[in-house]
């Protein structure tokens, strides 16, 4: 997985004033590690930025019309409208967004030619039916296993890579951030930084109403959802169940798929009907902990500062030490303070990457303001995250966080020792946020260590976060 230290927004770097670019309607991306949200372009004809509503559908909907065209006169693998059609579906790295799945240095590669072909027999399969909207493209996330949200994402933003460049452009000079056209040979003079090769990349900015924790086409139990609004596919898709004992989310993903296969018709109206429920990524439910992850990042470190002092040169017991003050921070502001509103949504606890990334915030700020040489290295694909504090190659300290409703049992007695292994340390620090719902978990990680401990062996330590609702400070004093 991809290792991020010291992530580097946008804002900050360029000088802007916090809040200028939601003003504006975009992203605020970290120059240095891609934010874990994605285009989703079935949300392009939405959009309130008049560029991308309508010049970038435009143009998304001319460049997949024209490889669907290829597609309909192509005979057979191979032949030459195939190759055209390959030509038109580029997953190559596109311009640089700040969006997805990558790591430190936010470099894309190119998707297998696996993955693009399985995309051009599923949508030759659907043109055969007789289906020619440009925009089936959206859904290949639900057609094809293996096309990820990067995949879809990276595509779209090929396609409206000018109009993302325009309005990146446009900014940029109405705010006083500097840009470059690359001595002439880029055709819009857009910002850049520098990598620590010494390299410059070039960066566009996104309309944050274009974007979503994963594209719609990524999540079957929101398509299920979608989809169960319409009548006509409904009874289509229970016709496909069949009667009888509960059905699984493989039941029911098979028997959509069968569904919008069914015929050009049923293809365009499953198509319409799960565009018309996607919905961006919304900054209030926040249900990544992104924007209380910039919040955090953006506020005043003199709030994170201690007294006491940290000798990190007389070895890993030290660290640890420095790492539970980190975690002592953010237990006090969850438990004490109001940040446990930032782990719900709708009254429901919110995914387990909002903790974690909030947490990787405060211990990020922690070290800043207590101006100690170590910060928090967390591992930021796609998976759960985890965390390492080091110095140097030995000493080295990591933290795993779950979710109170998770697999606890397992991370604490296999998944934080497979990642302890890993980095070569005996140091692990187990962290549950409790929503209220742990039960007897607790007491069972709890005996593993002292059973652990009682057979002479090292047993990671257990810190326990009470993210459960709570009063307003006021009425708590």
Known sequence: MAKVKNPILFSTHFGLKPGTLEAAGLVDPFLNVDTQLFIDPALLEKSSNDLIRGEGLAAFRKHFDDFLRLLTISEREGDAAWRAAERLLDLSEPPDNGLGYGGSRRSGSSRPDEIRDSIMRTSKE??????????????????EENVGPDT????????????????????????????SDNQGENEFSLPYFKLEDG???????????????????????????????????????????????RHSAADRKAAMRKTALESAELFDLFLKTVKN????????????????????????????????????????????????????TFKHHVEKGNLWEALWADGKPKKERASQLIYFAIADCFCKANNVDISPEAN???????????????????????????SVRHGYEKQLEFYKEAAKTFHGIFVVIDY???????????????????????????????????????KRS
Do not use: W
């Open 277 to 328: 429920f996607a919905k961006a990524y919304d900054p209030n439910d926040d249900l990544l902990g992104y924007h209380k992850l910039k919040e955090v990042l953006t506020s005043d470190i003199s709030a994170f500062k201690v007294s006491k002092k940290f000798d990190l040169a007389a070895g890993p017991e030290k660290i640890a030490e420095l790492v539970h003050e980190t975690i002592a």
């Open 126 to 143: 659907i043109v055969t039916l007789g289906s020619k909207d440009p925009e089936m493209l959206s859904l290949m996330g639900f057609f």
């Open 380 to 406: 930021m694909g796609g998976g759960p995250i985890d965390f390492k504090f080091s110095v140097g190659y030995e000493a080295r300290v990591l933290v795993e966080m779950k979710r109170s409703n998770g």
């Open 199 to 245: 390299k410059e990349k070039y960066v566009v900015l996104v309309p944050s109403d274009i974007v979503r924790e994963l594209p719609i086409a990524n999540d079957p139990s929101e398509i299920y959802a979608a989809v169960s609004y319409n009548q006509k596919i409904r009874d289509r898709v229970n016709a496909f169940l069949g009667d009888g004992a």
């Open 436 to 474: 209220g719902d742990l039960g007897s978990k607790l007491a069972t990680i709890q005996q593993i260590r002292a059973e652990r401990l009682a057979a002479g062996e090292k047993a990671s330590d257990i810190v326990v976060i009470d993210a459960t609702p709570k009063a307003s400070a006021s």
């Open 152 to 179: 879809i994402s990276d595509f779209t933003t090929r396609a409206i890579a000018t109009q993302l460049a325009k309005i990146t452009e446009k900014f940029c000079h109405e705010h006083g951030v500097p840009t």
